[in-house]
Protein backbone atom coordinates (compact mmCIF):
# COMPACT_ATOMS: atom_id res chain seq x y z
CA UNK A 1 0.00 0.00 0.00
CA UNK A 2 2.58 2.28 0.76
CA UNK A 3 4.64 2.12 -2.71
CA UNK A 4 1.31 2.34 -4.21
CA UNK A 5 0.86 5.42 -2.41
CA UNK A 6 4.15 6.96 -3.43
CA UNK A 7 3.54 5.79 -6.83
CA UNK A 8 0.90 8.12 -7.08
CA UNK A 9 2.53 11.29 -5.13
CA UNK A 10 5.38 10.68 -8.29
CA UNK A 11 2.93 10.20 -11.15
CA UNK A 12 0.80 13.15 -9.91
CA UNK A 13 3.76 15.80 -9.55
CA UNK A 14 5.00 13.55 -13.28
CA UNK A 15 1.85 15.10 -14.65
CA UNK A 16 2.12 18.64 -12.87
CA UNK A 17 6.06 19.23 -14.44
CA UNK A 18 4.53 18.17 -17.29
CA UNK A 19 1.75 20.45 -17.86
CA UNK A 20 4.23 23.37 -17.27
CA UNK A 21 6.60 21.85 -20.12
CA UNK A 22 9.12 20.89 -17.71
CA UNK A 23 9.34 16.93 -19.51
CA UNK A 24 12.74 16.30 -18.29
CA UNK A 25 11.00 16.70 -15.06
CA UNK A 26 7.97 15.10 -15.53
CA UNK A 27 10.22 11.84 -17.30
CA UNK A 28 12.15 11.49 -13.91
CA UNK A 29 8.78 11.41 -11.66
CA UNK A 30 7.24 9.25 -13.88
CA UNK A 31 9.85 6.73 -13.37
CA UNK A 32 10.23 6.83 -9.84
CA UNK A 33 6.48 5.90 -10.08
CA UNK A 34 7.01 3.15 -12.11
CA UNK A 35 9.59 1.85 -9.83
CA UNK A 36 7.44 2.03 -6.88
CA UNK A 37 4.69 0.35 -8.72
CA UNK A 38 5.60 -1.79 -12.17
CA UNK A 39 1.94 -1.88 -13.23
CA UNK A 40 1.30 1.48 -13.29
CA UNK A 41 -0.18 1.96 -17.02
CA UNK A 42 -0.87 5.82 -16.55
CA UNK A 43 2.55 6.55 -15.67
CA UNK A 44 3.79 4.28 -18.58
CA UNK A 45 1.67 5.99 -21.18
CA UNK A 46 2.79 9.78 -19.48
CA UNK A 47 6.51 9.12 -19.64
CA UNK A 48 6.33 8.05 -23.19
CA UNK A 49 4.12 11.32 -24.55
CA UNK A 50 6.74 13.21 -22.68
CA UNK A 51 9.79 11.14 -24.19
CA UNK A 52 8.49 11.83 -27.55
CA UNK A 53 8.48 15.31 -27.17
CA UNK A 54 11.92 15.20 -25.44
CA UNK A 55 12.25 13.67 -28.90
CA UNK A 56 13.40 10.29 -27.48
CA UNK A 57 11.11 7.99 -29.72
CA UNK A 58 13.05 4.75 -29.15
CA UNK A 59 12.36 4.50 -25.48
CA UNK A 60 8.85 6.27 -25.96
CA UNK A 61 7.73 3.17 -28.02
CA UNK A 62 9.11 1.18 -25.60
CA UNK A 63 6.65 2.89 -22.76
CA UNK A 64 3.71 2.19 -25.22
CA UNK A 65 4.64 -1.07 -25.97
CA UNK A 66 4.77 -1.14 -22.02
CA UNK A 67 1.05 0.42 -21.83
CA UNK A 68 -0.68 -1.80 -24.59
CA UNK A 69 0.94 -4.96 -22.78
CA UNK A 70 -1.39 -3.78 -19.44
CA UNK A 71 -4.38 -2.43 -21.49
CA UNK A 72 -4.26 -4.03 -24.69
CA UNK A 73 -7.51 -1.99 -25.52
CA UNK A 74 -6.16 1.47 -25.09
CA UNK A 75 -6.55 3.45 -28.17
CA UNK A 76 -4.46 6.38 -27.20
CA UNK A 77 -1.18 3.91 -26.98
CA UNK A 78 -1.49 2.65 -29.86
CA UNK A 79 -2.13 6.37 -31.57
CA UNK A 80 0.90 7.80 -29.70
CA UNK A 81 3.25 4.34 -30.81
CA UNK A 82 2.08 5.22 -34.19
CA UNK A 83 2.90 8.65 -33.93
CA UNK A 84 6.10 7.75 -32.37
CA UNK A 85 7.21 5.35 -35.21
CA UNK A 86 6.00 7.61 -37.91
CA UNK A 87 8.61 10.49 -36.85
CA UNK A 88 11.67 7.97 -36.77
CA UNK A 89 10.23 6.24 -40.47
CA UNK A 90 8.80 3.35 -39.43
CA UNK A 91 5.87 4.58 -41.32
CA UNK A 92 3.65 1.19 -42.24
CA UNK A 93 3.86 0.34 -38.21
CA UNK A 94 2.58 3.79 -37.46
CA UNK A 95 -0.54 3.14 -39.91
CA UNK A 96 -1.32 -0.23 -38.42
CA UNK A 97 -0.91 1.11 -35.25
CA UNK A 98 -2.93 4.46 -35.59
CA UNK A 99 -5.97 1.85 -38.02
CA UNK A 100 -6.02 0.23 -34.73
CA UNK A 101 -6.17 2.96 -32.95
CA UNK A 102 -9.37 4.47 -34.73
CA UNK A 103 -10.80 1.17 -34.60
CA UNK A 104 -11.05 1.59 -30.72
CA UNK A 105 -11.58 4.99 -31.11
CA UNK A 106 -12.85 6.69 -34.14
CA UNK A 107 -13.46 10.10 -32.23
CA UNK A 108 -9.53 9.74 -31.37
CA UNK A 109 -8.00 12.89 -33.24
CA UNK A 110 -4.09 12.03 -32.61
CA UNK A 111 -4.17 8.67 -34.48
CA UNK A 112 -5.57 10.18 -37.51
CA UNK A 113 -2.23 12.95 -37.01
CA UNK A 114 -0.17 9.78 -37.04
CA UNK A 115 -1.38 8.13 -39.74
CA UNK A 116 -1.55 10.71 -42.28
CA UNK A 117 1.83 12.12 -41.11
CA UNK A 118 2.94 8.62 -41.77
CA UNK A 119 1.20 8.61 -45.61
CA UNK A 120 2.99 11.87 -46.01
CA UNK A 121 6.29 10.44 -44.90
CA UNK A 122 5.90 7.78 -47.53
CA UNK A 123 4.76 9.61 -50.41
CA UNK A 124 0.54 8.55 -50.00
CA UNK A 125 -0.03 12.24 -50.21
CA UNK A 126 -4.23 11.15 -50.77
CA UNK A 127 -4.00 9.48 -47.71
CA UNK A 128 -2.72 12.41 -45.87
CA UNK A 129 -5.17 14.49 -47.53
CA UNK A 130 -8.11 12.81 -46.12
CA UNK A 131 -6.71 12.13 -42.67
CA UNK A 132 -5.66 15.61 -42.27
CA UNK A 133 -9.05 16.90 -43.54
CA UNK A 134 -11.05 15.05 -41.38
CA UNK A 135 -8.47 16.71 -38.90
CA UNK A 136 -9.67 20.31 -39.85
CA UNK A 137 -13.09 19.40 -39.47
CA UNK A 138 -12.83 18.07 -36.11
CA UNK A 139 -10.59 20.30 -34.22
CA UNK A 140 -10.34 23.76 -35.48
CA UNK A 141 -6.95 24.58 -34.78
CA UNK A 142 -3.47 26.21 -36.28
CA UNK A 143 -1.99 23.44 -36.34
CA UNK A 144 -4.77 21.17 -38.07
CA UNK A 145 -5.52 24.00 -40.71
CA UNK A 146 -1.55 24.37 -41.51
CA UNK A 147 -1.01 20.31 -41.86
CA UNK A 148 -3.98 20.50 -44.30
CA UNK A 149 -2.52 23.37 -46.37
CA UNK A 150 0.81 22.28 -46.24
CA UNK A 151 -0.23 19.03 -48.21
CA UNK A 152 -2.74 20.86 -50.54
CA UNK A 153 0.30 23.14 -51.23
CA UNK A 154 2.07 20.32 -51.93
CA UNK A 155 -0.18 18.51 -54.57
CA UNK A 156 -0.45 22.27 -55.89
CA UNK A 157 -3.98 23.21 -54.62
CA UNK A 158 -2.79 26.37 -53.81
CA UNK A 159 -6.64 28.25 -53.52
CA UNK A 160 -7.33 25.59 -51.07
CA UNK A 161 -3.92 25.92 -49.33
CA UNK A 162 -4.00 29.29 -49.03
CA UNK A 163 -7.83 29.11 -47.58
CA UNK A 164 -6.59 26.87 -45.04
CA UNK A 165 -3.06 28.66 -44.13
CA UNK A 166 -4.95 32.01 -43.46
CA UNK A 167 -7.15 30.31 -41.15
CA UNK A 168 -4.16 28.58 -39.24
CA UNK A 169 -2.92 32.17 -39.14
CA UNK A 170 -6.62 34.17 -38.00
CA UNK A 171 -5.73 31.34 -34.49
CA UNK A 172 -2.29 31.53 -34.43
CA UNK A 173 -0.66 34.66 -36.10
CA UNK A 174 2.82 33.86 -35.34
CA UNK A 175 2.88 31.09 -37.14
CA UNK A 176 6.21 31.50 -39.30
CA UNK A 177 5.71 28.42 -41.21
CA UNK A 178 2.57 29.20 -42.62
CA UNK A 179 3.26 32.69 -43.71
CA UNK A 180 6.00 30.83 -45.57
CA UNK A 181 4.14 28.48 -47.16
CA UNK A 182 1.18 30.93 -47.84
CA UNK A 183 3.31 33.62 -49.81
CA UNK A 184 5.11 30.21 -51.98
CA UNK A 185 1.34 29.82 -52.41
CA UNK A 186 0.63 33.34 -53.60
CA UNK A 187 3.38 33.51 -55.63
CA UNK A 188 2.95 30.62 -57.99
CA UNK A 189 -0.36 32.17 -58.01
CA UNK A 190 0.87 35.34 -59.66
CA UNK A 191 0.47 37.16 -56.88
CA UNK A 192 4.35 38.85 -56.08
CA UNK A 193 3.12 41.35 -53.83
CA UNK A 194 1.22 38.94 -51.45
CA UNK A 195 4.08 36.32 -51.83
CA UNK A 196 6.40 38.96 -50.44
CA UNK A 197 4.39 40.56 -47.54
CA UNK A 198 3.93 36.51 -46.37
CA UNK A 199 7.89 36.41 -46.44
CA UNK A 200 8.71 39.83 -44.63
CA UNK A 201 6.05 39.31 -41.94
CA UNK A 202 7.63 35.58 -41.50
CA UNK A 203 11.15 36.97 -41.29
CA UNK A 204 9.68 40.00 -38.93
CA UNK A 205 8.32 37.51 -36.14
CA UNK A 206 11.52 35.67 -36.23
CA UNK A 207 13.39 38.32 -35.90
CA UNK A 208 11.88 39.85 -32.65
CA UNK A 209 11.38 35.99 -30.98
CA UNK A 210 8.01 35.51 -31.21
CA UNK A 211 8.01 32.30 -33.17
CA UNK A 212 10.21 29.62 -34.98
CA UNK A 213 9.63 26.68 -36.93
CA UNK A 214 9.38 23.04 -35.49
CA UNK A 215 12.63 21.15 -35.83
CA UNK A 216 11.09 18.15 -37.00
CA UNK A 217 8.84 19.98 -39.64
CA UNK A 218 11.04 19.84 -43.32
CA UNK A 219 7.97 21.22 -45.38
CA UNK A 220 8.85 24.44 -43.42
CA UNK A 221 12.21 24.45 -43.60
CA UNK A 222 11.75 23.75 -47.52
CA UNK A 223 8.78 26.75 -47.85
CA UNK A 224 11.32 29.64 -45.89
CA UNK A 225 14.41 28.25 -48.51
CA UNK A 226 12.28 28.53 -51.38
CA UNK A 227 10.99 32.30 -49.75
CA UNK A 228 14.74 33.14 -49.17
CA UNK A 229 15.67 31.80 -52.76
CA UNK A 230 13.02 33.99 -54.09
CA UNK A 231 14.20 36.83 -52.52
CA UNK A 232 17.48 36.68 -53.51
CA UNK A 233 19.23 35.31 -50.30
CA UNK A 234 21.07 32.04 -51.64
CA UNK A 235 23.06 30.95 -48.52
CA UNK A 236 20.15 31.19 -46.31
CA UNK A 237 18.15 29.16 -49.51
CA UNK A 238 20.77 26.79 -49.06
CA UNK A 239 20.93 26.05 -45.14
CA UNK A 240 17.46 25.76 -45.11
CA UNK A 241 17.07 23.30 -47.91
CA UNK A 242 19.90 21.05 -46.40
CA UNK A 243 17.77 20.96 -43.25
CA UNK A 244 14.66 19.98 -45.02
CA UNK A 245 16.36 16.95 -46.67
CA UNK A 246 18.03 15.93 -43.42
CA UNK A 247 14.56 16.08 -41.81
CA UNK A 248 12.94 14.12 -44.37
CA UNK A 249 15.64 11.47 -44.49
CA UNK A 250 14.81 10.99 -40.78
CA UNK A 251 11.54 10.49 -41.38
CA UNK A 252 12.29 8.19 -44.26
CA UNK A 253 10.42 10.50 -46.09
CA UNK A 254 12.27 9.53 -49.90
CA UNK A 255 9.85 11.34 -51.92
CA UNK A 256 10.52 14.63 -50.27
CA UNK A 257 13.94 14.00 -49.58
CA UNK A 258 15.02 13.86 -53.05
CA UNK A 259 12.85 17.14 -54.06
CA UNK A 260 14.82 19.06 -51.62
CA UNK A 261 18.17 17.41 -53.15
CA UNK A 262 17.59 18.21 -56.34
CA UNK A 263 16.19 22.01 -55.55
CA UNK A 264 19.26 22.09 -53.26
CA UNK A 265 21.67 21.21 -56.37
CA UNK A 266 19.53 23.57 -58.72
CA UNK A 267 20.23 26.39 -56.27
CA UNK A 268 24.09 25.47 -56.14
CA UNK A 269 24.24 25.07 -60.16
Do not use: W
Amino acid sequence: MLNLMFAFGYSSLGYILYNSGDYQGAIENYTQAILQNSEDLTSYLSRGVARSLTKDYQNAIEDFNETIRLSPQYAQAYAERGVARAAIGDNQSAIEDCNRAIQLDPQYVRAYFGRGAACFYSGNYQGALEDFSLIASMERSAVSYYNLGILQYSQGINSQAIKHLTKALYVDPNLIAAYYVRGNACYELGDEQGAFADFNEAKHIEAVGRGEIYSEDEFAFYARGLASHRLGNREEAIADIQESAQIALKHQNTIFHQKAIDFMSEIQS
